[in-house]
């Protein structure tokens, strides 16, 4: 899943992060390339900082002193995601939105070499890492809300539609399949994913039990 400007519905992003420019910027830029190289060739067992400095060419105790640990250079790796300005897809309808964003977890969770897999593989391995995944995540799906945003004004789903829910429903069959299970690759995946997770919405199976503005009250 990658970002969204939400609408009136949405959860808001948080404020994106002020990060230095200049040289401070580039050697920031180098050496998070190189920890995405170095784990997407070796793993996490591979990462270590001399490797990552090396790769960037830049001093050891550059890296040291900037991000500590391997768990510090993974962590600023999800972090830096967070600072771009991805949208979800706006393609006209519920289900065909959920199909397009599907079809982007896919084509990054089949890549080869897959970054996606490996950060989420590492964040098993590191709290700092876990952390920032997990703020990764919150930033994906806050901004994704406003898919359902869309659909509730369109008339598609009921206003009682709890967007969080609905949107674990719809992207969870990828990670399952491609990340727990590592099934072959089916491309019809994404499509049937989001099908089932529309049908299920508009049927009701992700309604508040009362409106959130009742529950704010």
Known sequence: MTPADPGPEGTPPPPARRRPGGRTARIRRQVLDAVVAELAEHGYDGLTTDAVAARARVHRTTVYRRWGDV??????????????????????????DLAALNQEIHAALTAQPSIMAALIA???????????????????????????????????????????????????????????????????????????AALAAAAGAFDFAESPSARGT
């Not at 962590?75 to 967070?82: K, Q, T, Y």
């Not at 098993?124 to 997990?134: D, G, L, T, V």
């Not at 994704?144 to 609905?166: F, K, N």
């Open 71 to 96: 768990g510090g250079l993974l962590a600023d790796v999800l972090d830096a995601a967070s600072d771009d300005d991805w949208q979800p897809p706006d393609t006209g309808s519920l289900e065909s």
């Open 122 to 196: 590492a964040s098993f391995r590191s709290e700092k890492a876990a952390e920032a995944q997990q703020r990764l995540w919150e930033d994906r799906y806050a901004r994704c809300e406003i898919i359902v945003g869309r659909a509730i004004r369109h008339g598609e789903l009921s206003p009682r539609t709890d967007a969080r829910r609905l949107l674990i429903a719809a992207t969870a069959p990828l990670y399952h399949q491609l990340v727990l299970l590592r099934t072959t690759p089916d491309p019809q995946l994404p499509g049937r994913a989001a099908r089932t």
